[in-house]
């Protein structure tokens, strides 16, 4: 092999090394700008809980368990019927998933909650007449702590503190990666684009690179799609479970989105190439 | 010339599907062996989160503890009509098919008291909205151990205010008509455990609601009332 022969496929390895890194970087940047999009995104939450129809049902399951506890407790199904519809669920969770996000007390409130339950019971007993002997503040207190308790279960989403948690604790460094990566793709591409001495070849290793992000990052939703496992979660509530699945369903949807963009970005750059090709072949 | 030319182009054309997929191997194979001792222990993990089956929760159906209304069977009960000379009778284990939590179990009388509820397995919040309802970690009827049953004291419970010693309760269950007589009744705390024991080795059983009756609000106290097994078909536990 003559010594130009040598000097070209040790430049080709070289590029070719170069953009299987740019992809490298491209995949490890989409699945840091899903999450950035997604799991730390307080928006995509209150979105997810809005597009699923997380607080009618939630509100549903509170009104349901009241219920019962009310059968317990000689209260008609009537009485929680119009105590919960005075409860605004919204504004509750809206706050309860801020809280986490902006990193302040997670505790939900109950005061509120109580005193208004208090009140609904004192107008009921006041209504019907009830003998007050049959309504005993302490027997009243327990049960406004049994409903109380049922209000936090219900308002509050399974393992989103231990996750929240994560977020608060992740989103610097996560902040830093994307900046990181980012700039590394940047630079990366500027090296393809600046020390190849025909155009066309830039290109042809943007492409590459681009093509290989591309592959890796639409392989993801494939694989997850594809194993069905988002629908076989085991969650106790419906609320829950269309939440979790309406969440993560949204969230692979975002790496379709990001492979779109790559392949659209790779046949781009194809295209370019094979037109700086053909008139180099012209020239 | 011209075909080594050619060649060469469909070699590098070629190059524009073989490497990405090269690429795409390697970055999937480094990221793979990256995250592998955390994705192994995540896979272990969500293992308890996920199951192998398809889950289709009804829309009139909050919980999936909870079945929807008309999921349970109605069980057949036999009457007490049916049951004449069975009472002494011992029946194996082998023929009676156990029942599953929420499963409508047979049916609660205490004429005495006004009592005539539906009995089912569990005592979760959907059986004693629609009847009275077994805690499963007691036994069922002609075990020979105690039988614990739970309803709420506004409702099908209400007439155990009119409770005495001697009283009869009959539980007509699939397999067998069993009649108790009332013992003792005792006024204890939700958390006494003293209220019941599991442990004792012949038929008893233990039926409990809220007190004081006719109560608005909830009330830690409970009222047990405990009756002795008098006849119905016992169960063969070595069959």
């Known amino acids: 092999m003559s010594d130009s022969g040598k000097k070209f496929n040790i430049k080709s390895l070289i590029y070719g090394f170069l953009s299987f890194m740019l992809g490298f970087v491209l995949f490890l940047l989409s699945i840091c700008l899903v999450l950035r999009l997604t799991f730390f995104s307080q928006d995509f939450m209150l979105d997810s809980m809005a597009n699923t129809g997380y607080y009618e049902m939630v509100k549903d399951e509170l009104c349901d368990k009241l219920k019962n506890l009310g059968h317990a407790s000689g209260l008609p199904d009537e009485f929680f019927d119009d105590f919960v519809d005075d409860i605004d669920i919204v504004e509750v969770e809206r706050n309860y998933v801020s809280a986490f996000y902006t990193d302040v007390s997670t505790l939900v409130d109950t005061d509120t909650f109580k005193q208004e339950l208090m009140d609904a019971i004192n107008v009921y007993i006041d209504e019907k007449n009830i003998d007050k002997e049959k309504a005993k503040e302490e027997n009243l207190g327990y049960f406004i702590d049994e409903a109380s308790s049922i209000y936090v279960k219900s308002v509050t989403v399974s393992f989103f503190s231990i996750l929240a948690n994560y977020i608060n604790k992740l989103d610097s460094p996560l902040r830093m990666t994307e900046i990181g990566l980012g700039a590394a793709a940047l630079i990366i591409a500027a090296i393809i684009f600046f020390t190849n001495r025909y155009v066309h070849r830039r290109y042809r290793y943007l492409t590459y690179g681009l093509g290989g992000g591309f592959l890796s990052v639409i392989v993801i939703p494939i694989v997850v799609f594809a194993s069905g496992i988002i629908p076989k979660v085991n969650l106790t509530t419906r609320s829950l479970y269309n939440l979790f699945v309406g969440y993560f369903n949204s969230m692979f949807m975002y790496f379709w989105i990001f492979s779109a963009i790559l392949l659209f970005l790779a046949v781009l750059c194809f295209f370019v190439y094979r037109t700086k090709y053909l008139k180099a072949i012209g020239d | ?239």
């Open chain 2, 1 to 239: 010339m011209d075909e080594n030319q050619s060649s060469n182009r469909l070699i590098s054309g070629m190059n524009f599907i073989i490497l990405p997929v090269i690429f795409c191997i390697l970055i999937l194979a480094i990221s793979a062996a990256l995250v592998y001792p955390y994705a192994n222990e995540f896979a272990e993990m969500s293992k308890t989160y996920f199951t192998d089956r398809d889950i289709d929760i009804p829309s009139d159906c909050y919980d999936i503890f909870v079945p929807a209304d008309g999921d349970s069977e109605e069980p057949e009960v036999k009457s007490v009509m049916d049951s004449k000379p069975q009472e002494q009778r011992t029946i194996p284990l082998s023929s009676i098919s156990y029942p599953y939590y929420g499963q409508r179990l047979g049916e609660l009388i205490v004429e005495d008291c006004q009592i005539y509820a539906s009995l089912y397995f569990g005592d979760g919040n959907n059986e004693l909205n629609n009847g009275v309802g077994m805690y499963t970690g007691g036994y069922i009827p002609g075990y020979g151990k105690t039988v614990m049953i739970a309803g709420h004291n506004n409702t099908d419970f209400n007439g155990f205010k009119y409770a005495k010693k001697g009283q009869k309760v009959i539980i007509r269950t699939y397999y067998g008509t069993y009649t108790y007589e009332i013992t003792d009744i005792q006024v204890k705390t939700s958390t006494d455990s003293s209220a019941y024991d599991f442990s004792l080795n012949y038929e008893n059983l233990i039926m409990y609601t809220c007190y004081p009756f006719d109560e608005l609000n909830l009330t830690p106290y409970r009222c047990f009332v405990y009756a002795k097994f008098v006849s119905g078909p016992v169960i063969d536990k070595n069959d």
